[in-house]
């Protein structure tokens, strides 16, 4: 009986292997995105603002407070009537500087010093930090 050489054992070995160069086939069970075309073409999208200042405001009439989130760039707040709420009214305003408001009758003058505030039931506050 005749020993195979480690050399010839290797090449046989090395040849099997080379004809193993295929890709796999991948199989996936989810039929495919209807909107990935869409959205790898899509704009990117910009993130919301991150809050800049929270204020809580001392207000008159009633020594009333009321809490409000300044969000970077002087276009949006949020008022929340109570200190722990979950629930808060996001206001916009068209440009930085004017006044916020939102449906319901919400609107927020001034800054994070001092402010003007109408709640949805109509009352005024005129509030300090």
């Known amino acids: 009986m005749k020993n195979s050489s480690p050399f010839a054992l290797s090449a046989v ?3 099997a292997l080379a004809a193993c160069n295929n890709k ?3 199989v996936d069970s989810r ?3 209807p909107m990935a075309s869409q959205l790898a073409n899509a704009a990117p999208s910009e993130p919301p603002p991150s809050i800049e200042t929270s204020v809580s405001f001392r207000c008159q009439p009633g020594n009333t407070l009321l ?3 300044f969000f970077k760039g002087g276009k ?3 008022l929340r009537e109570k200190k722990d709420s979950m629930k808060s009214i996001l206001l916009n305003a068209p440009e930085a500087g004017q006044a916020y408001v939102a449906e319901g009758g919400y609107k ?3 800054n994070a010093k001092s402010a003007k505030i109408t709640l949805a039931d109509g009352t ?3 509030c300090k930090a």
């Open 67 to 69: 809490f409000v989130d």
């Open 13 to 15: 070995a090395l040849l």
């Open 76 to 78: 949006m707040a949020a």
């Open 31 to 33: 039929s495919p995105d």
């Open 24 to 26: 796999p086939e991948v």
């Open 124 to 126: 005024a506050h005129t």
């Open 108 to 110: 927020l003058e001034g």
